[in-house]
């Protein structure tokens, strides 16, 4: 079992940066099979960025050019970079190990922008 930790979120303007943290501990084997997702108010939970294994990570549409997901130095850590952040982004993130159906997932962090 995985457990996974989210940290970064808070409210910010548009146009402003985060940078969520996903700390996991556990029996983490890849790491490329992490990635973030993210819910909205009234809306389903989509995946935002993932680890593709000998590819380039995929990126939704709406956050292509302004997110990034990348490995930290420290052990199982993962990071999502998120810049020019538009109110639409708001959402609560929620990392996630070995995808949605199966996989673990984290508490979840708050990420509000205003306008």
């Known amino acids: 079992q995985v457990q996974l930790v989210e940290s970064g979120g808070g409210l910010v303007q548009a146009g402003g940066s985060l940078r969520l943290t996903c700390a996991a501990s556990?029996?983490?084997?890849?790491?490329?099979?992490m990635g973030w997702y993210r819910q909205a108010p009234g809306k389903q939970r989509e995946l935002v960025a993932r680890?593709?294994?000998?590819?380039?990570?995929y990126y939704a549409d709406s956050v292509k050019g302004r997110f990034t997901i990348s490995r930290g130095n420290a052990k199982n850590t993962v990071y999502l970079q998120m810049n020019s952040l538009k109110p639409e982004d708001t959402a609560v993130y929620y990392c996630?190990?070995?995808?949605?159906?199966?996989?673990?997932w984290g508490q979840g962090t708050q990420v509000t922008v205003s306008s």
């Open positions: 680890f593709v294994p000998g590819l380039s990570p």
């Open positions: 996630n190990y070995g995808g949605p159906n199966l996989g673990s």
């Open positions: 556990g029996s983490l084997s890849a790491i490329n099979a």
